[in-house]
């Protein structure tokens, strides 16, 4: 992928600082992926089997649970060989590979999260058009844009990192990798570098949290001219959990992406990455499993139909 470097492996340090009580954090980690996965996967399967779930907010719903799926497994499993071993060596080729789908995947949902937003503005603003609108094939039109963009967008990043020469030292304190400390072990002045990937990173995170604000104020102007009380209350019931996954999402990038400085703590680098990275993907089936009373009632229902095929009723002589 590069020749622009004598360095060819390198050593991630991990969790440096957790020293004798690296099993517990390593159950708990384990225990948080195990949930992760089984709880999107749940969703999803949910969402398949349901037909009455089989329309565009739903489907956008399972897609993010797929990316959530993804974007944990390319990190979290990486975390949990640091915490065992202490440290991991890592082809260089591998980690930039790692730090290209872990952009990839997360720009992917950046953009989703747009889509969600516009889906529901056409429900609230224009019930009447909305199958009209949001019909089969925009939906996968949208969906492959998203895509697209996703795995298009971070090329920049991709290139500013190879272009660097690298020489040395081959440590990186981190606990997978990704553009800062990457860029970080170049062997010249990155500041240009850094500052062509903040301003990218800038104008993606800016512009599209500008469309998802201009979205919501259209959404809560038509909430409020509602005048049925049960109407309001519905409708903001169907954007709270999207909403609650957008302030989580695009606080933690900000605090990592966007910030106008080379120098910071990696220990503080480190929380960030673990809350965007294991924290926001766990939480993302609980927002919306709880908070939604359709996947509630298919949850409910494929239980009781669960226990009647392998529990039938014990009949009394």
């Known amino acids: 992928m590069t020749v622009n470097t004598t360095v060819f492996e390198l050593t991630m340090i991990g969790f440096s600082k957790v020293g004798h009580f690296w099993p517990l954090f390593f159950f708990f980690l384990l225990m948080i992926y195990f949930l992760t996965i089984s709880g999107n996967v749940s969703i999803s399967i949910l969402i398949l089997a349901d037909r009455h ?3 565009p907010m739903y489907l956008f719903i399972s897609m993010l649970s797929f990316l959530e799926i ?3 497994t390319v990190t979290i499993p990486f975390m949990l060989t640091c915490l065992w071993r202490g440290q991991v060596q890592i082809l260089f080729n591998h ?10 995947l997360g720009i992917t949902q950046n953009y989703l999260l747009n889509v969600m937003a516009y889906d529901r503005m056409v429900a609230i603003c224009n019930p ?8 089969p094939k ?13 795995f298009t967008s971070p090329i920049v990043h991709l290139l500013s990192v190879l272009q660097l020469p690298f020489c040395g030292p081959n ?3 981190h606990v997978f990798c990704d553009l800062a400390p990457l860029l970080k072990m170049a062997c010249t002045d990155i500041h240009f570098t850094f500052i062509l990937n903040f301003l990218i990173s800038l104008c993606i995170i800016s512009s599209t949290f500008f469309f998802i604000i201009v979205t919501y104020i259209k959404i809560i102007f038509t909430i409020l001219r509602m005048s049925s009380t049960d109407g309001r209350q519905k409708a903001f019931s169907t954007c709270a959990s999207h909403l609650t996954m957008v302030l989580l999402f695009y606080g933690s990038l900000a605090f ?3 910030r106008p400085k080379v120098e910071y703590t990696q220990e503080y680098d480190k929380l ?3 809350n965007y990275s294991v924290i926001i993907p766990f939480l993302n089936p609980i927002i919306y499993s709880f908070r939604n009373k359709e996947i509630k009632r298919t949850f409910k229902k494929l239980l009781k139909r669960f226990n009647t095929i392998f529990m039938p009723p014990i009949k009394l002589l």
């Open 70 to 72: 993804f974007y944990t």
């Open 138 to 150: 925009r939906c996968t039109i949208l969906l492959s844009s998203c895509c697209l963009l996703g």
């Open 272 to 274: 960030v990455a673990i």
């Open 256 to 258: 990592i992406y966007i």
């Open 171 to 173: 440590t990186i304190n």
């Open 128 to 135: 009447l058009r909305y199958h009209t609108i949001m019909t």
């Open 95 to 104: 980690c930039v590979l790692q730090m290209y789908l872990l952009h990839s």
């Open 53 to 55: 779930l089989h329309t």
